[in-house]
């Protein structure tokens, strides 16, 4: 395994367009992390899966997004109806379980960059 | 509230120098302090992880230390190369049943020829 993939890598849509994003983690990994990344910025938390559960979501994803991880592998992290806001890098990590609910290393992708014209 | 302040915000060095970058949180119930490294247009990569009992952590020329009594934590970068060029993330980890992390806004470092 090469590591944490996502794709695609570049995305420039017309605001008020939907786009889809996928992850695919680590394979023997059974959390996975959303975050945006605005130029200057540190990564923000979206929402974190354990398995296929969505356990944690931030005041940050609107209802215009919606992230699934349906079979615990894969995931997806879709916006409806983009924004000029919501151009940013999405970043998609994962990490195996360290004991507890606490965090293992995190891996992350290479991010997928999305550009709302 | 959890925070991560990172200092300076950029540095620009010499190839061949050491330079210093700092981390402040005030992030409660600490468990562990976490530096990244990222390449523009990249995603992050892990420098070091430290713990609560870890003062000092060292990966190659990378040196990360870490006061949980003052609630600091520097990156020492011995010998800087041109690919040490990145922006370095700072990433404190709160556990109070399950686990939130807090980034800083990072350090944009250039090593210049």
């Known amino acids: 395994d090469t590591g944490v993939s996502q794709n695609p890598r570049h995305k420039i849509t017309k605001r008020g367009q939907n786009v889809t994003f996928r992850c695919d983690p680590i394979?023997?990994?059974?959390?996975l992390y959303w975050y945006r990344q605005t130029l200057g910025q540190g990564p923000e938390f979206l929402t974190y899966?354990?398995?296929?559960?969505?356990?944690?979501k931030s005041r940050l994803l609107s209802d215009r997004f919606s992230a699934e991880r349906p079979k615990g592998s894969f995931s997806t992290l879709e916006i409806q109806r983009t924004e000029q806001g919501d151009s940013a890098m999405y970043l998609c990590?994962?990490?195996?379980?360290?004991?507890?609910?606490?965090?293992?290393?995190?891996?992350f992708g290479e991010g997928s960059r999305l550009t709302v014209l | 509230k959890n925070q991560v302040e990172q200092s300076p915000q950029s540095l620009i060095i010499l190839e061949g120098k050491n330079c210093t970058l700092q981390?402040?949180?005030?992030?409660?119930?600490?468990?562990?302090l976490r530096w990244y490294k990222q390449d523009t247009g990249r995603g992050p990569v892990s420098l070091t992880i430290?713990?609560?009992?870890?003062n000092t952590k060292s990966n190659g020329r990378y040196t990360a230390t870490l006061d949980a009594d003052t609630k600091q934590s520097s990156l020492h970068i011995t010998a800087s190369q041109l690919s040490d060029s990145a922006s370095y993330i700072c990433?404190?980890?709160?556990?109070?049943?399950?686990?939130?992390?807090?980034f800083g806004k990072g350090t944009m470092l250039l090593v210049s020829p």
């Open positions: 981390c402040n949180y005030t992030v409660s119930p600490f468990s562990n």
């Open positions: 899966f354990q398995n296929e559960a969505q356990l944690e």
């Open positions: 990590a994962s990490s195996r379980s360290s004991g507890g609910s606490n965090t293992g290393e995190l891996f």
């Open positions: 394979s023997e990994h059974n959390r």
């Open positions: 430290m713990t609560f009992s870890e």
């Open positions: 990433v404190v980890s709160a556990y109070s049943g399950y686990s939130t992390l807090t």
